[in-house]
């Protein structure tokens, strides 16, 4: 590598680890956030599923209050039945059986709600259950934080330092491409793989090679404008990305 590009390196490094500092510091956050989301959505179910039972229970009140209407006609129809004070006896005999067919089906009726409200109690305690395990996470993920953010901002702070110094070391030509190169998002320093550039694959003419080998040249990248730090066999690269993954 060139001589000049060592505190290229050496403040690209610095970058690196702000910005892996900065997503650090955000998913950390995220985590909070999606746990409190989770939290919400499960207090959300608790008050829907009680909404639910809530009227699930009117309705049964309201039939049993019916059922209780019907029961008391009949009783009424047959104690006039039994004491022969009906003219037409069987109007009703029919009447009463209107009555039991109607008790039935508000039998059914008070059935069906009954097991509406069992279903809802244990989806109850399912909702209450997602809700302690996101109470839980979202502890951990606060505690997490509360752990890990003061370092975070104390490496932060030295880096910021120590960034701006090595940002003002470099040679005012070479602080404005890396600004720009870091602006579009480059990798800054690439090597020559297999003669081309390992970021845009642009390939390097051989003399272009021959001097990024020797590393007595500064030379960029003619297709990303990223510096040349050394030329490397493609199969050389292939193992340096099988020891880092
Ligand atoms: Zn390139």
Redesign the pocket.
Known sequence: MHLELLPVAALLRMDTELDGLKREAAELSAKVERAKARVQAAEAEVQRVDAEAKACAERQAAVEKQRKVAAERGRNLKAQLEAGALMDYAAALHQQETLAAQINSLDDAILAEMEAADTLVSARAEAVERKGIAEAWLRDSLEGQRRRRPDLELRHKELVVARREQHGQLRAELRRAYDELRDRKKPIL?ALVGGA??????SAPPQVIHDVQLGQKLLT??????WLTGVDEPDEAEDAEEDAG
């Open positions: 690439v550039c390992a970021h845009c694959r642009f990248c003619r297709g990303c404008g990223c």
